[in-house]
């Protein structure tokens, strides 16, 4: 029996399927098909969607790539990419890209993204009797990376989205999901970003969007029968940016048109940026197929900046504004005002307007008096470490004890609580709170927190122990 495309193909996915997880399987072998077999010079062309795909191949998965090949045609084999744009049935003229299985240079391909007819697409950000050209970005020029202030607690973050400013969609960090508590600066990092691809590369089509917009959006072209309109225009979009990823919780339908869209965006080498209020695997009632692919890319976490962090910012909101205080002052502020940024800069803010107001001018004593409200009601700095602390407290127990392996009763009650306050109180991923209470998995703390709830509602005295150590956390 002569071998053909289809055949030669199959074999090769055979090896490849044990050689690779299945997840990656899935989604990176799967889609591709078998189009051309030139037996002559033992040489196979496969079908990828885009210019990318074929990049995480060479990049990701060569060496797999050629053993399998050279075992079914011999030492000699040869690997061509054939992109298409869009899917195959809809494309008669693919561009083909022949590409050693070596580390050399690669061809690069003439650009294969073929646009969509955007004049017949409606956009949902259209405005009423105005005809617009181009699609308006929704982005905020004030939140760029000039004013994006560097520290330990968000240096990973701001580096990859630099990166990705430089080569959006070309890097590994797609999607990049952001993710931390009010006020510490996700959404002004996804729109620095947003801005910075904008300059560097003004062809690309950028879009910032909050989940609830976009969820208005879909129910809206769903009751006017513009569902297909809707999807279309999304993917247009060459740099997608959702903002508060997780209001996707519980909304079926906006979850189902969100995958598809993501998907096809992601196939195609588009970027993606995402914001959460907590890490992928934390968001509650969401399509695990979503959660899967949330954390294809990057997870950077933004934390409560640190001291020198909260410094930095407030003389640069100072400089920036024309403003100068004495330096005891900015120290004060930084040192009481500890939670998040939005904070920080609102207690200057009422400095300087209760100066101003009073006409006097500001000094330590003023600081202390005017913000000594925002001080005495500052929630303190909550910690996994000091939760495990006030816990072993109560219980009498050892630390070592509690993140120890033991089964005693006594101890894993108090290792219930531990983690169940730990999810409540900080901004902790569940497999950080595993991590670090006894090195668990993120499916023990979830267990926890189920169990700690369940006895809270059936049992009174596991309740006043819940009462106890949260009076005793001083967290509300």
């Given at each position: 029996m002569s071998k053909t495309a289809?055949?030669?193909?199959?074999?090769?996915?055979?090896?490849?399927?044990?050689?690779?997880?299945?997840?990656?399987?899935d989604i990176w072998f799967k889609p591709i098909k078998a189009a051309k077999l030139d037996v002559e010079n033992s040489r196979l062309t496969i079908e990828v969607p885009s210019e990318f795909y074929y990049e995480w191949l060479?990049?990701?998965?060569?060496?797999?790539?050629?053993?399998?090949?050279?075992?079914?045609?011999?030492?000699?084999?040869?690997?061509?990419?054939?992109?298409?744009?869009?899917?195959?049935?809809?494309?008669?003229?693919?561009?083909?890209?022949?590409?050693?299985?070596s580390n050399k240079e690669k061809v690069r391909p003439q650009e294969v993204n073929a646009p969509l007819n955007s004049s017949k697409i409606k956009s949902p950000f259209a405005i009423p009797g105005i005809q617009k050209i181009k699609i308006d970005s929704q982005l905020n020029n004030t939140f760029n990376f000039n004013n994006f202030i560097e520290g330990e607690?968000?240096?990973?973050?701001?580096?990859?989205?630099?990166?990705i400013a430089k080569r959006p969609g070309g890097t590994s960090f797609n999607p990049l999901f952001i993710y931390g508590g009010v006020g510490l600066g996700k959404t002004h990092l996804a729109h620095a970003i947003g801005l910075d691809i904008k300059e560097r590369f003004p062809e690309k089509t950028v879009l910032y969007v909050s989940m609830e917009k976009f969820s208005n959006q879909y129910r809206s072209a769903t009751l006017t029968n513009n569902h297909n309109d809707f999807i279309n225009f999304y993917q247009m979009i060459d740099v997608l940016i959702i903002d508060d990823v997780q209001f996707l919780s519980g909304k079926k339908g906006t979850q189902n048109v969100f995958f598809h869209i993501f998907e096809d965006l992601h196939r195609r080498g588009n970027q993606l940026i995402l914001t959460s209020d907590k890490p992928p695997v934390d968001i509650q009632d969401v399509d695990q197929r979503l959660i899967s692919r949330f954390k294809w890319g990057l997870s950077a976490d933004l934390q409560s900046p640190e001291l020198e962090l909260r410094k930095n910012?407030?003389?640069?909101?100072?400089?920036?504004?024309?403003?100068?205080?004495?330096?005891?002052?900015?120290?004060?502020?930084?040192?009481?005002?500890?939670?998040?940024?939005?904070?920080?800069?609102g207690a200057l803010n009422s400095l300087i307007a209760q100066s101003l107001l009073i006409k006097k001018e500001i000094t330590l004593p003023l600081a202390e008096k005017v913000l000594s409200n925002l001080v005495r009601n500052q929630r303190k700095e909550i910690t996994i470490e000091y939760i495990q602390n006030i816990v072993c407290d109560y219980f009498k127990?050892?630390?070592?004890?509690?993140?120890?392996?033991?089964?005693?009763?006594?101890?894993?009650?108090a290792r219930h609580l531990a983690m169940y306050f730990a999810r409540k109180y900080t901004n902790a991923s569940l497999a950080s709170i595993g991590s670090k209470i006894g090195k668990r998995d993120h499916a023990t703390v979830l267990h926890s927190c189920k169990t700690v709830k369940n006895l809270s509602e059936t049992d009174k005295i596991f309740r006043s122990y819940v009462d106890d150590i949260k009076r005793k956390i001083g967290a509300e």
């Open positions: 289809v055949s030669v193909w199959d074999k090769c996915l055979e090896f490849i399927k044990d050689n690779v997880k299945e997840e990656a399987f060479e990049e990701h998965y060569i060496k797999l790539l050629k053993v399998a090949l050279q075992k079914e045609l011999g030492l000699n084999a040869k690997l061509s990419y054939s992109i298409f744009a869009g899917n195959h049935d809809n494309v008669k003229n693919p561009i083909t890209v022949k590409i050693p299985s607690t968000n240096r990973l973050a701001r580096s990859a989205g630099r990166a910012i407030l003389l640069s909101k100072l400089e920036n504004n024309g403003i100068e205080l004495p330096e005891d002052v900015v120290d004060y502020i930084a040192e009481k005002i500890k939670t998040n940024i939005r904070e920080l800069e127990i050892p630390l070592e004890k509690l993140q120890s392996k033991s089964r005693k009763g006594d101890i894993v009650q």
